[in-house]
């Protein structure tokens, strides 16, 4: 969750998340977990960070072997507790993903299941995310591209200095991507008035450069 340790704005397994590396303490990692008599109680909860050098691993303390339960850490701080403090990258991607292993006693039914026990392991499919310093692009003073109005409310126009191909990628504050569009033309115009109220980011690829900027949309 983007906001705190709750259900609301999440980002979900299997998608990926451009976060603001200036408001780490707002982004917590939430876990729910469910145990049920077919595949026994939990025995151990693994926690993986994926970087480009490879994974991490930290077995997590968890509050119940059966039922239902959740677990909940404020994302800097776990991450901090595995790859070291200040060791956290930026502008880089990395995943986030979970394994969690449970035992099943067949005491007493070994006729039936031809086994005294049995192991399941449930692993959840990454979160990929990447901490990105807004501070220092809400302007563009290159003249790589002029966007404009800002805030917007039905359209942005874009001009740019190239005829190559770009790519436009517009991102909510929950790092979801909702627009994407290429283009070749110098002069470009983007809609957006199916999009929520609020602020968003967009990232530009024009051949090797990058740029990323915010607006609002009234």
């Known amino acids: 969750s983007t906001d705190g340790n709750n259900s609301s704005n999440e980002i979900l397994m299997g998608e990926d998340a451009m976060l603001d590396a200036f408001s780490l303490s707002d982004y917590h990692l939430n876990l729910d977990y469910t145990t049920t008599s077919e595949f026994g109680d939990v025995t151990k909860i693994d926690f993986y960070v994926g970087t480009e050098n ?12 059966t039922g239902s339960a ?20 930026l502008d880089e991607y990395m995943y986030i993903r979970s394994e969690l292993k449970s035992e099943v006693d067949y005491t007493g039914l070994g006729s039936e299941y031809k086994t005294s026990f049995d192991i399941f392991h449930s692993i959840s499919n990454p979160i990929w995310f990447k901490y990105i310093d807004y501070a220092g692009i809400n302007e563009l003073t290159d003249g790589f591209v002029k966007v404009y109005p800002n805030p917007a409310e039905g359209i942005l126009n874009f001009e ?7 790519q436009i990628v517009v991102y909510d504050q929950t790092g979801r991507i909702v627009l994407n569009q290429s283009t070749v033309l110098q002069n470009e115009v983007l809609e957006i008035l199916h999009l929520k109220s609020g602020m968003y980011y967009i990232n530009i690829n024009v051949g090797n450069e990058e740029v990323t900027l915010k607006f609002v949309k009234l």
Do not use: A
């Open 54 to 65: 490879g994974e991490i691993m930290k077995t997590m303390t968890f509050p119940s072997v």
């Open 70 to 89: 959740t677990m909940s850490y404020q994302m800097d701080v776990l991450l901090d507790s595995i790859l070291g403090v200040g060791n956290t990258l």
């Open 160 to 166: 740019f200095n190239s005829s190559e191909e770009k």
